[in-house]
């Protein structure tokens, strides 16, 4: 199910604008990887380009290779919607489709993959994807009501119930935290270390403890300046990048220095 992806010397432009210039790492694994940096150096960017939904935006497009299990994602014989089928996205904001219900919001994925599925198969896939968000018991009595009728952390985990029910090798979250709370926060932290025995979870976050927590390896990017590229600037196992990173640069926006 988890697979790793290697990115090789990744541009990611907005029409004319370079916005992430010249990005190689590789994402390991069952494991969490954690995007830092200051805002605007192209974290949310360069995390749209791992499932190919930068290229949605008009005039969007990435030069450079992200290969996944021997298939570079970008390769003109692959189809952007599969590829977002395996490697999932959980926004910045929880957004569960207002008008669904619970249960229809776990299976939403699913049918815009046109799967067919019966009642049984659909009730257990419900049941399992709320099993792996830590949701099932808070909703087990009430999956015909509305996903809008959850708390804030609730829906972030039914949207996170969404993206695994669609069985995807890959988890990107960017931000999933800063809308909120501490003990949400917590509950979504708790679940990441759970996920990672089973996906690859890349996460953006500007909160430093939650990358130090979750994380396994962590990513830093910088920008030189206003209209400059974003650049991935060192990344490292998470414990080395917080004790003793080889870049000033990263001390400094560890450190709250700066950014
Ligand atoms: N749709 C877009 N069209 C044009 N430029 C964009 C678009 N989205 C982002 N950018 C630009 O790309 C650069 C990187 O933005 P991005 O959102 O990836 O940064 P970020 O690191 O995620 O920042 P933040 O921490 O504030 O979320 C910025 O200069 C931004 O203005
Ligand atoms: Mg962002």
Redesign the pocket.
Known sequence: MSKRIDVSDLN?Y??D?L??ADVSMTIEERSVTA?I????????????TLNRMHEV?P??RVEGKAVMDGQDLYASDVDPVEVRRQVGMVF?RPNPFPTMSIAENVLAGVKLNNRRISKGDASDLVESSLQGANLWTEVKDRLDRPGSSLSGGQQQRLCIARAIAVKPDVLLM??PCSALDPISTLAIEDLMAELKSEYTIVI?T?NMQQAARVSDRTAF?N?AG??K??RLIEMDETSTMFSSPNVQATEDYISGRFG
């Open positions: 990611v907005y029409s604008f916005a992430v995007l940096g200051p805002s605007g150096c192209g974290k949310s960017t360069f995390l749209r935006i005039g969007a910045q960017d931000e953006v500007h990017f920008i206003t209209g590229p974003g």
